[in-house]
């Protein structure tokens, strides 16, 4: 199959688009069940009341989700502003100091194994370009792959999204218990069945973009999340009982 030059890498088998923002969706979706989850068994646990779920509950999900979504932006900012210096620095380098630059660029395809005129041939085309020079010193002596195309906003702005659709499905039982009868009679266990439906199809959606098998995904992220929220109900529980909390 020929191969267009301004698709590669853009193969539909490729799924770069999709995987760019994946591990913040993921990570901000899995965290948002999680944490927020852990708040309703921990309240539960402690045999609090539905309003107490309610407040606790959507407190955690906005402040944790505003966090997340936070740390995201700087961790990401971050990143791309040392990958930034490090390219100026080899910039400067590059024209401060070109003959030094050449016998690193000679040494790296050496220890690939190019030698002679093969060897010659591929330094002086690495070096007639500089930002191809650039760009293969940042990689093959710094070990940098830069990525261009991640916004560190937009990476931000799907992890909020994700926290706080994902966050909500535990305090969905609580929200409309007044017009579910049902939710009503059995707060806790349709939280937690509502809840560990979502971490299944969040864990098995990854499948999607990783290739991982989807009953896998679901069935490890279902069972991260049923541990975290044991140990917030027994928390709950055992605090209630030491400090004979009634609320």
């Known amino acids: 199959m020929s191969h267009d030059e301004h698709a590669i ?3 539909p088998w490729h799924k770069t688009g999709e995987g760019r923002y994946i591990g913040a969706a993921v990570f901000g979706a899995s965290d948002g069940i999680v944490t927020t989850f852990a708040v309703v068994a ?11 779920v309610l407040i606790m509950g959507f407190a955690n999900l906005f402040a944790d989700g505003f966090s997340m979504a936070v740390g995201d932006y700087l961790s990401s900012k971050s990143e791309k502003d040392y990958v930034k210096s490090e390219r100026a620095r080899e910039e400067w380098e ?3 100091n070109p003959k030094g630059e050449v016998s690193e660029i000679r040494e790296i395809y050496s220890r690939k194994g190019l030698t002679g005129e093969a060897l010659d041939k591929m330094v ?3 070096t007639s370009d500089k ?3 650039v760009d293969t010193m940042m990689h093959e002596e710094l070990g940098i792959i830069e990525d261009e195309e991640t916004s560190p906003m937009k990476s931000s702005v799907v992890t909020f999204i994700a926290f706080i659709a994902a966050g909500f499905m535990p305090l969905f039982a609580y929200v409309f218990a007044s ?3 049902l939710f009503k009679e059995h707060l806790f266990l349709s939280a937690s069945i509502i809840t560990g439906l979502t971490l299944f199809t969040v864990g098995a959606l990854r499948q999607r973009i990783t290739g991982v098998k989807w009953v896998l995904g679901g069935l490890e992220m279902l069972l991260v999340g049923g541990l975290s929220a044991g140990v917030a109900y027994l928390a709950g529980f055992v605090l209630r009982t030491l400090f004979n909390v009634n609320v």
Not at 42 to 52: C, F, K, M, N, Q
Request: aromatic share 4%; glycine share 16%.
């Open 9 to 11: 890498g853009k193969e």
């Open 42 to 52: 921990g309240v539960a646990g402690a045999d609090l009341s539905p309003g107490i």
């Open 94 to 96: 590059v024209d401060v």
């Open 124 to 126: 002086e085309i690495v």
């Open 131 to 133: 930002k191809l020079w």
């Open 179 to 181: 017009l579910i009868p």
